[in-house]
């Protein structure tokens, strides 16, 4: 019997030693990307906040998120590296080519289509994929259709409800009927919620922008006066 004890405590200890090499085994990717991936953390957080950045960090980031993926090619690597690349391809005072601008816009298409097809309630990410596809292909079916996943999937986060009307108006021409009445509906209720208004004025970069947006505010009690302002407002300030 003690024989037996004795075999079977080394057997546990040889289980035991074998799962620890197994957990780190299966652990290293994950905080091997995970470290990679917080070397880009301070020029993503430039970018979030509009803050100047130089294209040597950029690159770094990219770099450096690019190993991270290869560590750990889970669907938050690939959003999160879709964010700096279509962050810094629409960031207009890098200074990049034209060519270089889709280069970059077409990998955070990739990353973000591999990306929310595993993790697809990410309504940021599929905003970010809209403004993608419109820095890709302009007005188009595809911006429309990852607008409309976003807003399905967070439509009270406000945050991305100016990058939203924006989109509502850019697109306008490329929705059904039922989804203009839709987003009609989704302004108007963007409109009642904001307790600053001002970006209903900045959304407005055209005669046709106005147009529907006093449509849309029709029946809103002092919307037509409150938008006159904000649109005033913004043209002075450009805040």
Known sequence: MALVLKSLNWLLRGLLGLAGAILVYTAWPVAQGAWQAQKADAVLNQLRNGRP????????????????????????????????VAGAALTASLGISVEQRVVWLRSAEADLVAG??????????????????QGLQGTSRGVVDALLMSIDTAPLLSPIWPARLRLILDNWVAFTPEER?????????????????????????????ELFLRYFLRDEPQGQEVLAREIEDFKRHGT
């Open 53 to 84: 950045v130089r294209l040597v960090d950029v690159d770094a980031g990219i770099t450096a998120l690019n190993l991270a993926v290869a560590a750990d090619p889970t669907a938050g690597r690939r959003l999160q590296r879709s964010e700096l």
């Open 116 to 133: 929310l097809g595993e993790a697809p309630a990410r309504g940021v990410a599929w905003a970010r994929l809209a403004a993608v596809r």
């Open 181 to 209: 009445t839709r987003m009609e509906a989704y302004v108007v209720m963007t409109w009642r919620l904001s307790a600053e208004k001002r970006y209903f004025g900045a959304a407005v970069r055209s005669p046709v922008d």
